[in-house]
């Protein structure tokens, strides 16, 4: 079993098909990617106790207002089986996912790079699905600490092992193509939620009972889907020998793309140098500018635009909250609105990193952070015209561009630092993600909340919240515009390179004319890979453009 997940026995045959890779990696990503989709789980897990008198319980944390008594009730809520938990409570597993996803890539991801992705993608498997048992069983006891270990920290730690795990991977079999190979599987982790959502929306109903909820055994279900994807998708790995190169392709010519690097950093030293920092910089302003306000998309919406989401064009926030079927007429409207939005995230993943191919890097990053601060800033303009349409237009780009930067930046890191760590080194980059997770919802929540507070009216409240999101783009351009190319100093000899690739048992193409063999084989095996990966997107697509549709009708 040690020799099967080795990477020596994954070094691929001559004549192996490359395109066999992409569906593999897109296996494991839509598996883990429904961490952003827990939170349909929040409302059934809400009242899952009921009382005697066929009410759901109080929660745990009832009657509190301020933060440090919600807190309280948290801490009461780890264990208590008498009293419900509230969104509060379970929310944060979606700072252990992002925290955890960070830290566990940046810690595993040298070893990931010894030991090849079959062995990373078996052990983020057994994570991410252990972690669903393990909530499973949690939710059926009603222990939240049990929700939190396991699929927070467990499952987290999967989250961040799978999600690198094809990084170094796909870049080098797609040298000619690096953009184009990252997002495509992390246009995958943008859309497991997209699929598990309704998945699990249905898979509840089904096992839905009078004093049951139907959530523990729909983390058994998916545990269950999950596994068997995410272990066909890490059977499915294969890494290119070293010197192997795609039929037909020359490499550039550094002397005319010095942002190109032919020579590889290693992994100790990238985050010794300035590149790394400013490009940590760049992902973290570009995720904390995004994720904020995408995680308030749907009451964004709602408040600032109020009746005339549903044709009151003479009532606010304010006065259609008074009547609980206009509320959820405006709610329908809202989640149309998250629906398209995921839509531009998870496309604007292919879509953004396939043309950096082309762009560039550095110049798609500035095209990030230009337009980027020119749409929160016609956003504000937008909502005082109350023109929806445009509205929605100017966040459906910047939802494309949030997106976009996760795709990106596994291809910037290969370009600045070489293939040979890429993946360790984007997975110390993570990092900024998880810093982000925690700046962005905390200045948009804290704004949002502060000026409510004073008095301001709903339709007024994002106008500022949006100019200093604006000025995060701005701090993200002036990052992006100093990345200049890696010192020489910083690289590893050819010495240095042999003794990394031997640690790693790396074999070497074993002649020349296999160099460039990449004849299509196994071509039945590439359409049945993609299909198994392209039905279930499909599915997730199509659930999503019908939630989008109340946005337009």
Known sequence: MVSFLSKEYITAKPNFNRWLVPPAALAIHLSIGMAYGFSVFWKPLGSALIGEDGKPLAACAAGATTFSDKLSGTMRALTATDCNWTQFDLGWMYTLFFVLLGCSAALWGGWLEREGPRKAGLVSTLCWCGG??????????????????GSG?????????????PVSTLIKWFPDRRGMATGMAIMGFGGGAMIGS???????????????????????????????????GAFGYRVPPVGWKPANWTPPVTAKNTMIATRHVHLKNAHKTPQFWLLWLVLC????????????????????????L?????SGFADIKKDEALTLAAAAVGAGFVGIISLFNIFGRFAWATSSDKLGRKRTYFIFFILGALMYCAATYFAGLKSLALFVAAFCIIASMYGGGFATIPAYLADMFGTQFVGAIHGRLLTAWSTAGILGPVVVNYMHDTRLEKGIPFNAV?????????????????????????ADKYF??????AEVQKIGHEKSVQNGSSVSAQAPQNGILVKLAWLA???PISYGVWSTVQKAWALFS
Request: net charge neutral; proline share 4%.
């Open 492 to 497: 590893m000899t050819d010495a240095e390179l």
């Open 310 to 314: 549903i044709g009151r064009t003479d």
């Open 285 to 308: 302003m570009n995720v904390s500018a995004g994720i904020g306000i995408i995680g308030a998309a749907a009451p964004m919406l709602q408040e600032t635009f109020g009746g005339a």
């Open 153 to 165: 920290v467990i499952g987290g730690i999967g989250l961040g092992l799978g999600y690198i795990s």
């Open 132 to 149: 669903l048992l393990i909530s499973a069983y949690g939710v059926q006891t009603h222990q939240l600490w049990m929700m939190w270990f």
């Open 198 to 232: 309704p998945l699990a929306t249905k898979l509840m109903a089904h096992f839905a009972s009078p004093g049951n909820v139907g959530v523990w055994q729909t983390f058994v279900v998916l545990a269950f889907i999950y596994m068997v994807f995410m272990l066909c």
């Open 533 to 535: 990966v392209l039905i």
């Open 462 to 486: 994002y106008s500022p919240i949006f100019l200093v999101l604006a000025g995060l783009m701005v701090v993200g351009f002036i990052a992006n515009m100093l990345v200049k190319p890696v």
